[in-house]
């Protein structure tokens, strides 16, 4: 990591009353200073100023605060000015920066300063990226958790065990049976079997996970003219679809997100699923298949009129519509809806809820899994297997399998130190050797 000191924009882009503006590198006392024109200041108290550039001229009212190394985001000295939100502004002020010296940031580069600083790891800084993602309230909860190091605490709980049990495993073949704990062999692999228990229940939880910070996939299929773009204008609130008597009128999926119980929600209208000879529809129908394959939750639209035979799998709710024309018997299992009369719907809607929170349950109580870490707690559990399946009194080979094991969860905090097993073998183990 270098020692230019750089800056950015910390707060969104556009017009606004305010602007922030971020600064971070060493020895940034005598900059500070001559922001504000005072010699002596108090850390993270803000302070009104008149900026000037180098020809003494006006830039803007400020107000500057100083963070001291390494009471800052970054581990650096950090200066924030907030300016007011104008382009003309902050152009004027990032020339100024420029020419005293600084340079503009490059994307995540505070982040990256943090991590270098041990004031993030690597756990940390997935959470703040979801979190900045965050659309509903359980994305921001979930992220929030992330972020402040509750994934990282269990993380390294994790390693921490797993170093401890290849350090002992390690010792088993260089000391005598009394100068090691009794019946180590035993405790090292019920640990180690608890390990891989608790990581492959947290991998379990990676759709769920997924739902969560990415949003919960509904599409809604069926045949054609059964009302499913109808449905999907009414559960958005806007006439998003085409509405037409002519079957085969939506020939592409149709998104939209919603805030349901909030949780986010990416909502497909699909085309109708029939023999086509066009080859626009075609591609249409082939396109629902494909939504219908990621989905989450797909709902099966039928005409209440129309009987069907087809039973929901785990992920189908069957939906019947036109109730208001159906002057049958109407089943309790089954879901009936009108988006004529609206007869129906907040039932759907409640279904639709119950389905969501059983997909996430649990799941915000753990480790928000995403892609990078779930491939490696997913290498993690494969050496707690194979170390499991290593044969008796292999000692070595059981504690080379946890020392791989903890190497990914270092990957995934973006610690690792090989030194460390050799060093739990003495301080943990208090041989005295």
């Known amino acids: 990591m270098n020692n230019e000191t750089i800056f950015a924009l910390s707060s969104g882009h556009g017009k606004s009353g305010v602007a922030v503006i971020r600064i971070s590198g060493t020895n940034l006392k005598y900059i500070f200073s001559k922001f504000i024109n005072k010699k002596i200041f108090t850390p993270r108290h803000a302070y009104f100023a008149n900026l000037k550039d180098s020809s003494n001229y006006l830039i803007d009212q400020v107000i500057c605060v100083y963070f001291e190394a390494p009471q800052s985001f970054t581990g650096e000295d950090v200066i924030e000015i907030h300016s007011h939100g104008a382009q003309a502004v902050i152009e004027k002020i990032f020339n100024h920066l420029q020419s005293l010296g600084m340079r503009m940031a490059t994307p995540g580069e505070f982040s990256k300063r943090a991590f270098y600083n041990n004031k993030m790891d690597l756990a940390d800084i997935d959470g703040l990226a979801a979190l900045l993602d965050a659309q509903t309230d359980k994305q921001r909860q979930s992220a929030l958790k992330s972020m402040i190091g509750t994934d990282s605490k269990q993380y390294d709980t994790w390693r921490n065990q797993m170093?401890?049990?290849s350090?002992?495993?390690?010792?088993?073949?260089?000391?005598?049976?009394?100068?090691?704990?009794?019946?180590?062999?035993?405790?090292?692999?019920?640990?180690?079997?608890?390990?891989?228990?608790?990581?492959?229940?947290?991998?379990?939880?990676?759709?769920?996970?997924?739902?969560?910070?990415?949003?919960?996939?509904?599409?809604?299929?069926?045949?054609?003219?059964?009302?499913?773009?109808?449905?999907?204008?009414?559960?958005?609130?806007?006439?998003?679809?085409?509405?037409?008597?002519?079957?085969?009128?939506?020939?592409?999926?149709v998104s939209a997100q919603l805030d349901i119980d909030g949780y986010l929600v990416?909502?497909?209208?699909?085309?109708?699923?029939?023999?086509?000879?066009?080859?626009?529809?075609?591609?249409?129908?082939?396109?629902?298949i494909s939504e219908m394959e990621n989905a989450d939750l797909v709902l099966h639209v039928f005409e209440a009129t129309e009987k069907t035979d087809k039973k929901p799998t785990e992920k189908e709710l069957i939906v019947f519509n036109k109730s208001d024309l159906f002057k049958g018997k109407k089943s309790k299992e089954d879901i009936y809806i009108s988006t004529k009369t609206g007869e129906g719907i907040d039932n759907l809607m409640k279904t639709i809820?119950?389905?969501?929170?059983?997909?996430?349950?649990?799941?915000?109580?753990g480790i928000a899994v995403n892609a990078r870490t779930k491939a490696l707690l997913t290498d993690a559990a494969d050496e707690l297997k194979k170390a499991l399946n290593a044969p008796d009194e292999n000692y070595d080979i059981f504690s080379e399998h946890v020392r791989r094991a903890a190497d990914n969860i270092g990957k995934i905090l973006g610690t690792i130190t090989a030194a460390e097993v050799m060093d739990a073998t003495f301080s943990q183990l208090c041989l005295g050797k």
């Not at 085309?271 to 396109?287: C, H, P, S």
């Not at 809820?353 to 109580?365: M, P, Q, R, V, W």
């Open 266 to 288: 990416n909502l497909s209208d699909t085309a109708g699923i029939r023999e086509a000879t066009d080859t626009v529809e075609k591609i249409g129908i082939e396109k629902t």
């Open 167 to 253: 350090a002992y495993a390690a010792a088993i073949l260089d000391y005598s049976e009394d100068e090691l704990p009794q019946n180590i062999n035993k405790t090292i692999k019920e640990k180690t079997t608890k390990l891989y228990k608790e990581i492959d229940d947290t991998i379990s939880r990676y759709t769920a996970v997924r739902a969560i910070r990415s949003g919960f996939n509904i599409t809604l299929a069926g045949p054609v003219n059964v009302g499913k773009s109808s449905l999907f204008n009414l559960m958005v609130g806007s006439s998003r679809a085409i509405v037409s008597d002519i079957p085969g009128t939506t020939r592409d999926v």
């Open 353 to 365: 809820k119950d389905k969501i929170h059983d997909l996430t349950n649990n799941a915000e109580s």
């Open 163 to 165: 170093i401890e049990i």
